[in-house]
């Protein structure tokens, strides 16, 4: 079965400091994409990231920037300079085989001031 | 201009009731999905149909139908409602059904609360 798992439940980071968030997942798939989503208390689901798995080099977008490793099948979110309104709760997400996505249960981060 | 929406945002209903919620992408996309996200935040995949034809019909029950008009359009009905639908369900399209090599972008939310 297809997979997501993200490890940390909850995390914490200090405004400006920054913070990494953990996921592993598992596919059969050679080329896909894997993603983060942010879920911020308006329950909005905002695409904050996207890697593309046949390429090497990590994806970063701003403040954001992922560590891909394909052969251990990790995806971690590195967000840098945290602010107040990274608080959210961030989903690891991959592919599933009939083109849905496979959701993590999701990490819950807190920025304080 | 909104991408993806849905209707109502919110959605207080009794228990035995039928009621609907709408989906609209104006992102000229062919496939449209539906997630359920429960109380603990998880979110599973209910249906998705690409042009128009149903393509992942998950375990659902099948009070839960979904319906496309249209390919800009897929509605979720359901009838003889339960305390357990309570949840927030997602309405998402993507450009094509290539799957693993497509972004989906979501709609805001319908906050479904059964009584």
């Known amino acids: 079965a297809q997979t997501v798992t993200q490890s940390q439940p909850e995390m914490s980071v200090q405004e400006a400091e920054t913070v990494t968030l953990s996921c592993t997942y598992d596919?059969?798939?050679?080329?896909?994409?894997l993603f983060w989503y942010k879920q911020p208390p308006s329950r909005q689901m905002i695409l904050v990231i996207r890697?593309?798995?046949?390429?090497?080099q990590n994806a970063t977008e701003n403040r954001f920037s992922v560590n891909f490793q394909k052969a251990a099948k990790s995806f971690s979110l590195k967000i840098s300079d945290s602010q107040l309104g990274d608080a959210a709760m961030y989903f690891c997400?991959?592919?599933?085989?009939?083109?849905?996505?496979?959701f993590g249960k999701g990490t819950k981060l807190s920025v304080k001031p | 201009d909104t991408a993806v929406s849905q209707t109502p945002k919110y959605l207080v209903t009794q228990m035995g009731n039928d009621k609907s919620i709408k989906c609209e992408q104006n992102?000229?996309?062919?496939?449209m999905y539906w997630y359920k996200q429960d109380s603990k935040k998880f979110l599973k995949i209910m249906f998705s149909?690409?042009?128009?034809?149903?393509?992942i019909n998950e375990t659902v029950p099948n009070r839960f139908s979904p319906k496309s008009p249209d390919k800009a359009h897929l509605n979720l009905h359901i009838n003889s409602l339960e305390l357990g639908d309570s949840a927030v369900y997602f309405c998402?399209?993507?450009?094509?059904?290539?799957?693993?090599?497509?972004?989906?972008?979501f709609g805001p939310g319908t906050r479904l609360l059964v009584l």
């Open positions: 149909y690409n042009n128009k034809e149903l393509i």
């Open positions: 992102l000229g996309h062919d496939t």
């Open positions: 890697q593309e798995a046949y390429k090497q």
């Open positions: 596919t059969s798939e050679s080329d896909y994409y």
């Open positions: 997400v991959s592919p599933g085989s009939q083109g849905n996505l496979i």
């Open positions: 998402a399209s993507s450009q094509s059904l290539a799957g693993v090599q497509e972004t989906q972008y």
